[in-house]
């Protein structure tokens, strides 16, 4: 199995934390009052986005990875005199 379950949670917590953003960007500022003046929508957005950024960053890190210990690159020579890796 090739998918990662970090890029749906990616996917999902960009998407809505995006939606959550743009409200909190665009919403009357007088539903804030409850909330001491503190935008809790936009706040609450940019982590949601953040993490969901972080969450897509590791699934394509883990996925170069895995390209490249399946022979997508050359491997890297040993570090051990005889070429041959101790046992």
């Known amino acids: 199995m090739g998918l990662d379950i ?3 949670i990616g996917a999902l917590f960009t ?3 995006l939606l959550l953003t743009g409200y909190g960007l665009v919403a009357d500022r007088a539903i804030y009052a409850r909330s001491f ?3 809790v929508n936009l706040w609450w957005g940019l982590v949601l986005v953040a993490f969901g950024l972080w969450m897509l960053r590791l699934a394509r890190r883990q996925a170069r990875q895995r390209a490249i210990g399946a022979g997508g690159a050359a ?3 040993s570090s051990t005199r005889g070429g041959h890796s101790p046992r």
């Open 6 to 8: 970090r890029l749906p």
């Open 15 to 17: 998407t809505i934390g």
């Open 75 to 77: 491997p890297r020579p």
């Open 37 to 39: 003046g503190l935008n």
